[in-house]
């Protein structure tokens, strides 16, 4: 992450960072993750090899007893500080980062490894740069390729592991490789514990406040972790990660209100709306075939969506499986967003969307104009078919 210019920053102040980057420290936190622990230590071992500054290596975890004895066990084996904490997963990483001896900290996810590189990139880029605060490494994965992982090829969820593929400026990253200098992270608060464990999002926010201290994302496409595909391999996980993590994106809409913006309303916003609509319309036409106008909403949204997506991708007619499921994959993650917005009883995120850089709101408005006529043209569709059922269906 590099502070930003006092232009590119506006009014946004921050003190002077201190220079000294020697030493990095480690945070890894996990849940029973005894044989990817093992890979990641073992291959953290081979990186820390590779740099002469000194390193520290903090795992945090909260697993059942026996799986809690083999994680210390390997922390002993290969010179890591093991603490077991009852924490979720954004208090862990504070947890790791408060205790941590280096003023720089680097996270990663226990589902990933270590190239030999991945250490001295990190250091390099504070070294070469004082002003840079925190850095987005690069992720590959690695695994087999089952039916659900070459379905998320078709999805934007892969898209923010790419972001450090090419060396730009980022307002957020995924944190399985997000180094931060000490100082700044304390200054900003660390991940945001009040976040719920569950639905994650926490580095999405994480991000934001730093922004809004004025500093930016620097990535490291030279700084690699290699992410497994085993936690993406079941449908069901996919399923369960999804509707979770749109879960998550109600937390962030709601931290921060003051930049929504109107937008086209979500297929989710459209079937709850119709609900009511149909209900009221079936009791004073007397007539029950109005009950159908919400799921035949949703269906009409969702054939859209694939023909679109096909329309758009002629290349990828010979996966439409692989299309279709990607579809029901989206339709997942924006129902765990119109969940989270019933539960809570807030329903901005449904019609808004959250713009924090300026410059994303002119970057989207011919897909949002496009988006806007195709749901508009979704909606005349079902209306006109529950019309005609209603006028020669008897």
């Not at 954004?90 to 680097?106: D, W």
């Not at 692989?322 to 339709?331: A, C, N, P, Q, T």
């Not at 449904?350 to 002119?362: F, G, Q, T």
Request: charged share 20%; hydrophobic share 40%; aromatic share 12%.
């Amino acid at each position: 992450m590099q502070c930003k210019t006092d232009d590119e920053a506006g009014s946004h102040k921050t003190s002077s960072i201190t220079r000294n980057s020697r030493g990095i420290s480690v945070v890894i936190p996990t849940f029973k993750r005894v044989e990817m622990c093992r890979s990641l230590l073992a291959s953290l071992r081979d990186s820390r090899q590779r740099l002469n500054d000194p390193v520290e290596i903090i795992v945090v975890d909260d697993s059942p007893s026996a799986e809690a004895e083999q994680i210390k066990a390997l922390c002993t084996k290969y010179g890591a500080k093991y603490h077991f904490r009852k924490l979720g997963v954004s208090a862990k990483r504070n947890f790791g980062a408060r205790i941590a001896s280096h003023p720089i900290i680097l996270f990663i996810d226990s589902d990933c490894e270590a190239t030999p590189e991945l250490l001295v990139e990190h250091l390099a880029l504070y070294n070469k740069n004082e002003q840079i605060v925190a850095v987005l490494g690069r992720t590959e994965f690695k695994g087999s390729e089952s039916f659900t992982w070459k379905t998320l090829q078709f999805t934007p969820f892969l898209e923010p592991f790419r972001f450090a593929d090419s060396e730009i400026q980022r307002v957020w990253g995924p944190s399985n490789n997000l180094s931060c200098r000490k100082e700044i992270f304390e200054r900003v608060g660390g991940f945001d514990e009040t976040f719920p464990n569950k639905p994650g999002g926490e580095d999405v926010d994480f991000g934001i406040r730093l922004y809004k201290e004025g500093f930016t994302l620097t990535t490291s496409p030279r700084a690699i972790v290699l992410h497994t595909t085993e936690t993406w391999k079941a449908l069901s996980q996919a399923f369960n990660r999804l509707f979770n993590w749109g879960r998550g994106e109600f937390y962030l809409y709601y931290n921060y209100s003051e930049d929504l913006y109107y937008d086209c309303p979500k297929a989710m916003a459209l079937f709850l709306l119709m609900i009511p609509i149909a209900l009221a319309s079936a009791f004073l036409t007397k007539d029950l075939q109005w009950l159908i106008l919400s799921p035949l909403f949703l269906a009409v949204n969702f054939s859209s969506r694939i023909i679109l997506h096909l329309g758009f991708n002629p290349d990828r007619l010979a996966r439409a499986t692989h299309v279709l499921v990607s579809e029901i994959l989206l339709l997942v993650y924006e129902s765990g967003l119109a969940f989270e917005c019933l539960k809570r009883r807030w329903f901005l995120p449904l019609y808004h969307r959250l713009i924090i850089v300026p410059e994303e709101a002119s970057m989207s408005w011919n897909a949002q104009v496009f988006n806007t006529w195709a749901t508009f043209a979704q909606l005349i569709i079902s209306i006109f078919l529950v019309a005609y059922c209603v006028c020669h269906i008897k």
